[in-house]
């Protein structure tokens, strides 16, 4: 099970004029991992191993287009791309530092 976030304007601005977001819950959804590929990046020199997440679910895809956050096994992820399989959503995410 993963939680679904979706990170809403309040239409409020902090002191330096960024704007304020909220995390709002879209429901729980069942989830299973999909296989994925280990991908070799480089970031300012330093080259290290990134696997991203891919999830499968049956969530509805006005549900999932929303959802901007996931929390699966106390881990944020951040929801890059969305795929509607037909009766299946598949959603890729990437670990989020520091939430």
């Known amino acids: 099970m993963a939680e679904l976030l ?3 304007d309040t239409g409020r601005r902090d002191a330096l004029g960024n704007r304020v977001r909220e995390k709002v819950s879209l429901g729980r959804a069942r989830v299973r991992v999909a296989p994925s590929n280990l991908l070799l990046v ?3 020199g330093n080259a290290h191993t990134q696997a991203d997440l891919t999830l499968v679910t049956t969530a509805p895809m006005a549900t999932v287009g929303r959802a901007t ?8 992820y951040e929801v ?3 795929t509607d399989l037909g009766r299946r959503r598949a959603l890729s995410c990437s670990r989020r530092k520091g939430t």
């Not at 956050?69 to 944020?76: E, M, R, Y």
Request: aromatic content about 0%; hydrophobic content about 35%.
């Open 80 to 82: 890059t791309q969305r």
């Open 42 to 44: 480089t970031e300012e």
């Open 6 to 8: 979706e990170e809403a």
């Open 69 to 76: 956050l996931l929390v699966i096994a106390g881990g944020t």
